[in-house]
Structure formats: C-alpha cells, structure tokens
C-alpha cells in the first residue's frame, strides 16, 4: 500500500431526490454510521433519513441572543449608574425603559451573529478543499443530481461491499473518492 | 348570505399566474439564472446604463468631496431647520430597505411561494439602500471623520454616548440592521456561489466563487445546520425590520415639536417603510425581468401581489395620515391645531398636496385587476410612490421645524444645489450597486429556485 492517495470513501449517484432519500434510509438500516448525503437544493425529509440530531445552532443562537442583550443592558447600566452618574434634577440614573432599543438591538445583533457563524463553525467551513470535489460528476451535486458517499472510516466499509451495496440501491456512476492530497504519515505507513 | 364558497369553479374568478413558469427543470432554471452572470456577454444597454448609473455616483462624490472641505454650510440647512434633507433622504432611503426583509423574512415565516424570485434582489436592494442611508447622518455631522463618537468606546475624557436619545437608539438599530441583512444575504447566496463556482469555466472565475463558497458542496449535514440557521435569521429578521423604523420613528415622536409628538408615529412609518420599499422592488423588477429574461421566475403573480401589499400598507399609510389630523383636532392642542392648519395652507402646503395625489389617490388604481397586471402602470406608480414617500418626509421634517412654538423661531427652508447634488448622488450609487450586482452575483436565489422545481414535480 504506497499509493499517495488514500481511500475517502464510494460515491454513488442518484436523479430523484426520492430516490436519495429512500437510498439513505436503506443506507443507514443496513448499518452505516459514516455516509453523508450530497444535494443541490436542501432536500425535505432527507435529515430524518439519515437520522440527523436536532442541530445545535438553535441553542447557540439562544445563548449569542442571551449574550448580546446581557452585555447591552449591563454596558448601558455600568456607563449610567457606575462609570459616569449624572444627577439631572434627580430622575433615576438606571432609567431602563430608555435602554431597551439598544438592549434589544444588540440582542438581535448576538443571535443572529451567532446563528450564521455557528452554523458555518459547526459545518466546518470555511473547507475548500474536500475529497469529494476530486469526482469528476460530483459537479452536478450542486445543479441537478444527487449523492451518497459512504465513507472509508465507517467499520463496516469495505471497497467492495459498499461498491456492491451501493449498487444494490440502484446508484448509477458509483466511484471511489480519492484523497489525492492526504499527508503520506496518515495511516498509510 | 350563504356560508356556502360560492367562489369555487366559479368562472369569473381569474386563474392566478404560477409563481414558476412551468416546464421547468433543476438543470434549466440554474442555466438560466447563472448564464446571466458567468455565460452572457456583457451588453451594450448594460454598459450605458451602468455609465449613466457611475458618472451621478460621481457627483455623489464631489458633492460629498465639497462638502467636507467647506462643511454644511453648504446646504440649505440653518437655524430652525437643522435636518433638512440629509434626515429626509435618510428616512427615505432606511425605509425603501425594509420591503427586502420584509419579502425575505417575514414571507419566508410565512411560507409564502412566490417570495422566491425575488427575495434576493430585493436583500441586495436593503444592502444598497441601508448604504445611501447611513451615509445621511454621517455627513450631516458635518466631520464624518468624527462619527466614531456615536459609539460607546473607552475615550480619554471618560464620557459615553447618551443612551437616552432615539438618536444612538437609531445608531445601533442602523448598525444591526445592515449587519444582519449582510449576514442574512450572504448565507443565502453561499449555495449559489457554489453553484457558480462548479459551472465557471474560466480559473479567475473558479477561484474567486469558489472562495466565497467557502467550500459548500451541499452535504445533507450542512443542509441540515443550514435550514436551522436560515429560519432562525428570518425570525430573527422580522421583529428587527419592525424595530428599525420603529426606532427611526422615535427620532421625531420623542421630541416635542409639533406633528412630530405622536404615538401613531411607530405604526404608520413602518407601513411607510414598506410601502415605498415594495414600490422600489417593483422599480428594480420590473425592468431587471425584461432585460434578462426572467419572466419565468418573476411572472405576472409576483408583480400583482407585489401591487397588493402596496395597495394595503398604503391604506395604512392614509389611515396614519387621517389619524394624524384627526388627534391633533380632536387634541385641541392650539399648537397641533396651528401645525394642521400649517399643512393645508402654509408655504409648503403643495408639497403636502402632492404627498396626498402620490401616496394615497392615485394608488388607488391598483384595485383595479387590470391595472395591477400592467406592466407599464406599475413601473409608472412604483415611481409615483417613491416620490410620494420622499414629499411625507420632507413634509413632516421642513413643516414642523419650520413652524415651532414661537413666531420668533419660525424660518424657511429651501435645498441648495449641493442638497440635490447629494441626494441624486446617492441614486446613483445605489443604482451603481445594482447594476454591478446584477452582473456578478445571480440575481435570483438558485437553489431555492430548484426547491421550487422539486415543489412542482410533487404535485403533479
């Protein structure tokens, strides 16, 4: 085993998005756990195939929301009650009906901040270079046609029984994807 | 009296347009749409209108040059009327960017099909039109380079901003609103950008799509995040919009100046908002449609309920208008009374006439089905409504610092040729900002456009 590339996974492609959804079902009953599915448009009921856990990026965006109107409140108050107090005829220094807009500005301003880079953080991108862009067809993944990928770090993989697998499934162009640009010293040596 | 639907196969009702032409396929709407931008030679009307478009940018620049080497002296500005038309081009403009969050959020909450065509030019129209408003108060202080002070930092004299006044309310709405419209377009297009980057043919085009991408190659797991964090920005983006000229709002109705002190304020400037923002996406849609041949995906449907929410937020616009009148009479108020009477017969009292003929009389029109579905008709009130929309603020800001408490403190006001050259400056750059939008990015959201494809093929 010299090769410079090492195995990422197979590929197999599909034209419906029904068939994609009912290939990931069968998929994922016969065992896989590592596979991702690849489509151009986001694809109802696709998540529930592969049993996908609910995301994190709902929690994250409670916590920059939660975040940012803390820190909005508590700025405002520090700078009129603590770092700066100004009597004026004896109207209260923590007048917070009048800091809410900005509380809430900044609420906003938290989760949203947090909602998109979350989502990018927990997807890992930015990732610009990804094996699977090494097939030639994969292309098309973000026009008109649909992929499964099982993927080499799944135990159950083996070239020839997911290749077998996959045709099972009736995936037409089924490849291997290759990950010409591996380090030598990944698990090759 | 029937509880009966007697509107079921009855054959006067119209058959609506589809929202996509049909015989569509995944393969020929992300054709149509990415040839404009990767395909499709640069043409001729393109170029002159982009010519056009960049040489009254260039007045912008001047003027603005001007401006900050004499200072606002410049304009028309004085003592009483210290806002003249740099707040009245910022509400303006502030306002024209709320139909973008409006179609991309809130249709969006509310699952409705037809916002798919145009919710991203109608984003990038927000982006561009939150530009040419935040550039108002920043040159209206007169040293933009100072504009820094209006956010809180650690400054050696150890004072802050005040918390208290609308006018740092509106920094921080201002600022936010522009920042999550950037973030909410902008995870819009990352599929898209993908898409763009696996059809380029040519490496400059391959790398710099392929860097904004980021690397989406469409997996369900990203998907997955994707869709969570997209609808969490459209409920977030909803209650945002509305605060935004809510807060604007607050720059009058917080002050006691007469016509400005009232609670109707926050309602009637955000119907307003949209109002004159649906007026500008149908200015941008209507020639963009014919041009690039998109009258599949931006078909007569869009057009008419485009005409619909007009129609509607104008009505509240004319019932803020009616109430307006209606409280200050009813108030008694002598000086609320005086300020009515100021607008009916005042010096600018055309000016409020014409605001009545462009924002509430002629609209009207559009309940006429046949009127709704032409073209031309609409181009035409899109811009009527544009300028009915320029003429309340101008109305609500000149009339009222016009006519203070005390005769003593009565003036006039008048633009100068600066005041002009600024505001149609910043048509230009918003125009300039369309023109290179619409030639570099897809002006229609591709993959929403392919869920719409997959949505058909369900039902038939």
């Given at each position: 085993m010299q090769e410079r590339s090492h195995l990422y996974g197979v590929m197999g492609e599909f034209e419906t998005a029904a068939d994609l959804i009912r290939a990931a079902e069968k998929t994922r009953d016969a065992g896989y756990k590592n596979m991702d599915a690849y489509a151009p448009y986001p694809v109802e009921g696709l998540s529930e195939a592969l049993g996908l856990r609910r995301s994190w990026v709902p929690f994250l965006t409670l916590m920059g929301g939660l975040g940012g109107g803390l820190t909005g409140f508590g700025f405002q108050y520090w700078v009129n009650v603590i770092a700066y107090p100004l009597n004026i005829a004896g109207r209260p220094l923590n007048s917070w009906p009048a800091f809410i807009p900005v509380t809430f500005e900044l609420t906003i301003l938290g989760a949203a901040s947090f909602a998109v880079f979350g989502m990018l953080a927990l997807n890992k991108l930015p990732h610009p270079y990804h094996p699977v862009f090494n097939v030639a067809r994969f292309s098309r993944a973000t026009t008109d046609r649909f992929f499964i990928c099982i993927e080499a770090?799944?135990?159950?993989?083996?070239v020839t029984e997911s290749t077998r697998f996959l045709q099972s499934l009736d995936a037409q162009h089924i490849t291997e994807v290759r990950d010409e640009e591996a380090p030598l010293e990944h698990g090759h040596g | 009296m029937s509880a009966a639907r007697p509107q079921e196969n009855h054959p006067e009702i119209p058959h609506l347009d589809p929202v996509l032409a049909p015989g569509h396929s995944y393969e020929s709407v992300t054709e149509q749409i990415s040839a404009a931008v990767l395909t499709r030679p640069t043409t001729l009307g393109w170029f002159v209108g982009f010519t056009i478009a960049f040489s009254v940018l260039g007045m912008l620049t001047v003027a603005v040059a001007w401006l900050v080497i004499k200072?606002?002296?410049?304009?028309?500005?004085n003592i009483p009327i210290g806002w003249g038309f740099a707040i009245v081009n910022f509400v303006w403009w502030i306002g024209i960017g709320h139909a973008g969050t409006l179609i991309s959020a809130i249709l969006f909450l509310l699952n409705q099909k037809w916002r798919t065509s145009i919710n991203r030019f109608a984003e990038a129209m927000t982006l561009f039109a939150v530009a040419c408003a935040g550039l108002f108060p920043l040159i209206h202080t007169g040293r933009p380079w100072m504009a820094f002070y209006m956010f809180p930092y650690p400054s050696t004299m150890g004072i802050w901003p005040q918390f208290r006044s609308p006018l740092i309310w509106d920094v921080f709405a201002v600022s936010t609103y522009g920042t999550v419209s950037l973030l909410f377009w902008f995870v819009g297009l990352i599929p898209d950008l993908a898409t763009l980057r696996d059809r380029a043919i040519s490496k400059p085009k391959q790398m710099i799509f392929g860097l904004l991408a980021?690397?989406?190659?469409?997996?369900a797991r990203h998907w997955h995040r994707y869709q969570s964090a997209y609808l969490l920005l459209a409920g977030l983006a909803t209650p945002l919009v509305l605060s935004v000229h809510t807060v604007v709002s607050f720059d009058f109705s917080?002050?006691?100046v007469p016509g400005w002190h009232t609670t109707i304020f926050p309602p009637y400037f955000v119907a307003g908002a949209i109002y004159s923002g649906f007026a500008m996406v149908l200015t941008i849609a209507i020639p963009l449609r014919k041009f690039y041949h998109f009258e599949d995906f931006i078909t007569m449907r869009h057009l008419e309920n485009m005409a619909k929410v007009m129609l509607a937020t104008g009505l509240i616009v004319a019932y803020g208008y009616f109430f307006e009148f209606f409280m200050s009479l009813y108030s008694g108020q002598k000086f609320d009374v005086f300020l009515v009477h100021q607008r009916l017969h005042g010096p600018y009292s055309h000016f409020y006439y014409a605001l009545i003929l462009c924002n509430?009389?002629?609209?009207?029109?559009?309940?006429?089905r046949r009127m709704r579905t032409n073209v031309t008709v609409l181009f035409l009130m899109s811009i009527v409504v544009n300028i009915g929309m320029w003429l309340e603020r101008f109305v609500i800001v000149v009339i009222s610092l016009t006519r203070d408490f005390m005769p003593s403190a009565w003036g006039r006001y008048s633009p100068t040729v600066w005041d002009w050259a600024t505001f149609i400056g910043t048509m230009g750059l918003f125009t300039t900002l369309i023109f290179l939008f619409v030639r570099v990015l897809p002006a229609i959201s591709i993959a929403e456009m392919r869920e719409l494809v997959a949505h058909d093929e369900e039902h038939e």
């Open positions: 770090t799944d135990p159950q993989f083996s | 200072g606002v002296g410049i304009w028309g500005i980021m690397g989406w190659r469409g997996s917080i002050a006691i509430i009389l002629t609209p009207q029109l559009l309940w006429i």
